[in-house]
């Protein structure tokens, strides 16, 4: 069973960056995709974006043109670099892989984006 844990999160004006990785325990490869979520409490987890195996990339609309999803399997790990904050972009960032008997998470990284 893989582990995921994010890093990188933290507190970041508007306009601002950030760059989330996200390391396996294991292989990436073993998995079709890995992806990015975020949760503000009290709402569902919503997508932000996923990177297959072939690095195809696909991205929710809120965050398309502003966030990049990019993978090192070497490294077994995802990244997510983050342009452009708004303060709707504050919520827990979770890193998840993609199998075919259902998706692994990692705790989540908490992105604060305020002045």
């Known amino acids: 069973q893989v582990q995921l844990v994010e890093s990188g999160g933290g507190l970041v004006q508007p306009g601002g960056s950030l760059k989330l990785s996200c390391a396996a325990s294991g292989s990436i490869r073993s998995f079709y995709a890995m992806g990015w979520y975020r949760q503000v409490p009290g709402k569902q987890r919503d997508f932000v974006a996923s990177?297959?195996?072939?690095?195809?990339?696909n991205y929710g609309d809120s965050v398309q043109g502003r966030f990049v999803i990019s993978r090192d399997n070497a490294k077994n790990t995802v990244y997510l670099q983050m342009n452009s904050l708004r303060p709707e972009d504050t919520a827990i960032y979770y890193c998840?892989?993609?199998?075919?008997?259902?998706?692994?998470w990692g705790q989540g990284t908490q992105v604060t984006v305020s002045s």
């Open positions: 998840t892989a993609y199998s075919t008997g259902g998706n692994y």
């Open positions: 990177i297959s195996e072939d690095r195809y990339t």
